[in-house]
């Protein structure tokens, strides 16, 4: 690989990290902890449908020791993050219900104001296509952020 070559990797490598990622768990961390729950931070829950590992943002710790999963999306701007999330959706449902009971509940959480379908999503637009959907709530990073600091997750 030429100079030139691998200086082209690193800017593009760069400019794919963002670190929107680690900002948005770090937001939503204090929340987390007034409410009441204790937490683990890029936590491998095992292996995604169709391969590969599975890591979660966040695992909050109830009282009972049920762990309830968050899954953290940022889209700043228009772009494909929304495509994701009916896989991210279905793949929180499928760990759920894996888990045999360790897992009570899913989060995917949608921040940033990139945004095209987030009222689709928040609003339950995927509820008719997900057979269980009851074991994954789609929220607004602001929707979240009360329940959570309320202990209602």
Known sequence: MSQSEIIKTEVREKVRDTGTGKI???MILP???AGGYSYKTQCHIGE???????I???VAVQADWKEILI???WQQVG???EQKVPFEAI????AVL?????????????????????DFFTNGGLHKHLTHSDFVTILTLESFLAAAMKGNL
Do not use: P, Q
């Open 48 to 54: 995604r449908f169709g391969g590969g590992k599975h």
């Open 71 to 73: 899954s953290l999306k």
């Open 79 to 81: 772009g494909t993050a």
């Open 98 to 118: 894996n888990s045999s009971g360790r897992y009570s509940k899913a989060y995917l959480v949608l921040g940033g104001e990139g945004w095209k379908l987030r």
């Open 31 to 33: 929340a987390i902890a």
């Open 91 to 94: 793949c929180l449902t499928e």
């Open 24 to 26: 948005l768990e770090r």
């Open 56 to 58: 979660i943002d966040v």
